[in-house]
């Protein structure tokens, strides 16, 4: 949530930021702000609404011959949750004696004692007055208390960095500017992501890859508590002792094409249409010589009695989907927890259990959370993330890498397809590990894997029936989602992604609680989509789907269960019919049209799709 920009260079600041923070609204925001370094010390514009706002603003600047400009500027998208979304909320904050100005992002939890630490001086002529309603302006204000009335250490920027850093509790990505070094960008984080990118031109901050990927693709990751100070040519780190640390670049492999829409209406519908390329790439990562496949190799399965599982969101559903293909195929306990949860459960695990953590960003609040919960009681810990360098994919004690790119909108689709697989092979390899699967079993499954991508593609191929379906679905105000065994784990996750981006009341549920209350809400021209693709149970959801049709509902079938045919289809009943594929990688299919039943549903509705209402890409605090 939330996005940072800074740059510090040769070129005019305003266009670059300006840039870099439309890169970054799929994070999620209901404000904008910049703050230039200029002629005259701080420009600050700040606007309440989407970017397309804050750019009039500085367009009829432009017209009143009072333009933003200079080379050294910060920028921010704030998503609202100390203080309303407003002008004066917004960032950049300034402090009031105009030295100090910052970007933030994360939560303060003990900002009312600063703040009224700062506010009680005022009766010493030494205390401040707050504008806003933030968290965030704490840190400015307190920066410049240390700056400028410290007795000590009064004018030693990187002194009041480490100070203000050690003051404050909570979660932060910081931007910082100061009045007296118009040549120097300093950034500092701790639970909260933040980038270094470095070009000829110059030298940037930001939240995530696609803010700088236009100019960019040589980066530093900031690890917790280390300061960088940047200037137009350099970049300087150092840690909370002042002492000078040694870091090294990373080469981003994405290419900006990945970042772009590619034509598509939505980022959504191009990062639907790219999963056969990142299920391969994915897939490839393990079978082929890649990072995953060592990571594979190395586990020593037989020392774990238990395996958890923690993640939130999509995450989590595809946690929920992959614990049934772990107890079928390796015969072991699984848990899976919301990581929010998780944390505060006192979690029953110890140096016999595995816990794996899955974020998409690697940054996700409560997943890190849980995997220090999980560390602290002696548990190992696997990750699976899609960003190098976040902070889950370090701390972790195993790492698998999603090959999904970067993914922009904010309603996962290929995230959670590459984690799907990725969890499919890992469950697969372990059973083969601990003598449950032969060798030749073990390969004849992976030939399975292999082969999703081309049935995802026969899928994405012919998605007008899905599209025309959908349209009649727009003015539904509640739909419901069945299936068993498996087919309920990914109802989750379609249940999930319809109510994300159409904004329609959407719930799921295993077909045999159907009966045991649910069956109460439903009436005539509700919308019930049911699952099917375990063979064994297809008598069991058709008679789930009779019974809600009796009642009155319409039913979309989707499965690829031998026993469905055309004539399965009646007035009330209408099937989508997927390639034939094992039970328990069905999910990998249904999930697609699942996704594109809720694309093209919100589509029909009109909305703004890549960026639903109050949702935000990285949850970031808790």
């Known amino acids: ?176 500017m100061c009045i007296d070094e118009p040549d120097v960008l300093i950034a500092v984080k701790k639970d909260n992501p933040l980038i270094i990118g470095v070009s000829d031109s110059g030298n940037f901050i930001a939240s995530d890859v696609p803010a700088v990927l236009k100019y960019t693709k040589e980066v530093y990751y900031l690890n917790d508590k280390e300061i960088a100070v940047i200037r137009s040519g350099s970049v300087q780190f150092f840690n909370m002792d002042k002492e000078p640390l040694h870091k090294t670049t990373e080469t981003v492999t994405w290419s900006m094409d990945s970042a772009e829409k590619g034509g598509y209406p939505h980022f959504m519908l191009k990062e639907i249409m790219e999963q056969p390329k990142v299920l391969r790439d994915t897939i490839q990562s393990v079978l082929g010589e890649g990072a995953n496949k060592n990571v594979f190799d190395n586990i020593c399965v037989s020392r774990f009695k238990k395996i958890a599982i923690a993640a939130c969101g999509s995450a989590y559903n595809a946690g929920v989907t992959a614990k049934y293909v772990f107890e ?93 697989v990725l969890l499919y092979m890992l469950a697969i390899r372990f059973a083969h590990k601990l003598g449950l699967l032969t060798e030749y079993d073990e390969q004849e499954l992976f030939v399975e894997i292999a082969a999703l991508p081309y049935k995802v593609s026969a899928i994405l191929e012919q998605t007008d029936a899905i599209q025309k379906y959908a349209s009649t679905c727009v003015g539904y105000k509640s739909i419901f989602f069945i299936g068993r065994n498996i087919d309920y784990a990914i109802a989750l996750e379609g249940s999930l992604k319809l109510k994300e981006i159409s904004y329609i009341h959407s719930e799921a549920y295993a077909g045999g609680e159907l009966k045991h209350g649910t069956i109460s809400l439903v009436e005539e021209n509700t919308l019930v989509v049911t699952i099917s693709n375990c063979a064994s149970l297809f008598g069991k959801i058709m008679s789930n789907a009779q019974q809600v049709i009796s009642r009155g509902a319409k039913v979309l079938l989707i499965g690829n269960c031998s026993e469905i045919d055309d004539d399965t289809e009646t007035e009330k009943l209408y099937y989508i019919s997927l390639p034939h594929v094992s039970d328990i990688f069905s999910p990998s299919l249904s999930v697609v049209v699942l996704q594109l039943f809720s694309y093209y549903v919100a589509a029909n509705k009109g909305l703004d799709i890549d960026k639903p209402r109050n949702l935000a890409k990285s949850v970031t605090v808790e």
């Open 1 to 176: 949530m939330c996005g940072i920009i800074g740059y510090i260079g040769k070129e005019d600041a305003v266009p670059i930021i300006i840039d870099g923070l439309k890169k970054l609204e799929y994070r999620g925001y209901d404000s904008a702000g910049i703050a230039i370094y200029g002629q005259n010390g701080f420009d600050v514009v700040k606007q309440k609404g989407r970017l397309a706002a804050l750019e009039e603003r500085l367009s009829s600047r432009q017209l009143e011959n009072n333009p933003l400009s200079g080379h050294l500027g910060i920028g921010h998208t704030r998503w609202a949750t100390h203080g309303e979304p407003s002008d004066i909320n917004s960032h950049p904050h300034v402090g009031s004696r105009n030295k100090i100005a910052v970007v933030h992002n994360g939560i303060i939890e003990n900002y009312r004692q600063l703040k009224e630490r700062l506010e009680y001086s005022v009766q010493n002529s030494e205390g401040v007055t707050f504008a806003s309603q933030t968290d965030s302006e704490v840190i400015a204000q307190l920066a410049e208390h240390y700056y400028c009335m410290d007795n000590v250490n009064a004018g030693d920027l990187i002194d009041t960095v480490i100070r203000v850093s050690n003051a404050v509790e909570g979660s932060y990505a910081l931007g910082i």
């Open 328 to 420: 079928k195929l390796c015969r072991l306990s699984v848990e899976t927890d919301l990581a929010s949860e998780f944390r505060y459960k006192d979690p029953i695990i110890d140096n016999k259990t595995l816990v794996i953590l899955v974020s998409q960003s690697g940054e996700t609040a409560d997943t890190i959370a849980a995997m220090r919960e999980a560390k602290s009681k002696g548990a190992a810990t696997l990750s699976i993330v899609n960003v190098l360098g976040s902070t889950i994919a370090k701390e972790a004690d195993y790492c698998l890498f999603t090959a999904a790119g970067p993914e922009i909108a904010v309603a996962t689709t290929k995230a959670f397809s590459a984690q799907l």
